[in-house]
């Protein structure tokens, strides 16, 4: 899962940074609203995480922005500004939920699985299909009921996948949910990784839809 996190505070930001990442997201991090702004005209992003007292260009301000081009992309809402008519200018103007600062880290990646499910139209934790189980809570993957091992790329490329079974998503796609901007993509990254997957779980966990890209098939 690819995220936005905008966020002005060095120190905050590196800290969110490396926790996202240790989760397996990979995460653009922009520290004005401009930039913010940018990134969200340019890219295909899962979650975003906003703070509001952003440099340049006002949080709430990117929020608006983005509601009005009818993107749909949960944001979590991360910020100082704890009075209740900031928490309701804040969810008034399209976020999804409010994090106010200081924060537990614990929580805030429950807050971000929470929006992931929901906005995939799941109600229950686990991603669960054909036998296949992901816990991305946990980390936990099981292939009827027994622990199967996957990286973390090769955790990035299923997951997507397994959460809408028979939406077919290309390689660039899913090279969106592998890699960040700062990150180097190979030619043939996504297809070694979908090539561990299928050894671990089976040839028939992954489809290739030729020309297409790849599906969880529904049956």
């Known amino acids: 899962m690819r ?36 990134a969200l005209r340019t890219a295909d992003y899962d979650l975003v995480l906003l703070d509001l007292g952003l440099p340049r260009r006002d949080g709430l301000d990117v929020l608006r922005a983005l509601r009005a081009r ?20 804040g969810l008034d103007a399209g976020a999804d939920d409010y994090v106010l600062k200081p ?18 139209g799941r109600a229950e934790p686990a991603f669960e299909h054909k036998g296949v189980s ?25 997951e997507p996948l397994l959460a809408r079974p028979g939406m077919v998503l290309s390689r660039a796609q899913l ?4 890699y960040s901007w700062k990150d180097d993509v190979s030619s ?21 839809v030729r020309g297409l890209g790849y599906l969880v098939p529904k049956v």
């Open 3 to 38: 995220l936005l996190l905008a966020e002005d505070d060095a120190m905050i930001g590196q800290a969110v940074l490396q926790v996202l990442r240790a989760e397996h997201y990979a995460v653009d991090w922009v520290r004005d609203g401009d930039m913010a702004d940018q």
């Open 70 to 89: 009818r993107s749909t992309v949960p944001v979590l809402v991360v910020t100082a500004r704890g009075a209740v008519g900031d928490r309701i200018a």
């Open 103 to 120: 924060f537990d880290t614990d929580e805030l990646l429950a807050r971000v699985r929470a929006l992931l499910r929901r906005s995939a």
């Open 134 to 158: 992901l816990n991305p809570a946990t980390h936990e993957a099981t292939v009827n009921g027994e622990p199967v091992s996957l990286s973390a790329r090769e955790w990035a490329v299923l």
């Open 175 to 178: 090279e969106e949910k592998l």
């Open 188 to 208: 043939n990254a996504v297809e070694v990784y979908i090539h561990g997957v299928r050894k671990k779980l089976g040839n028939d966990i992954i489809q290739t």
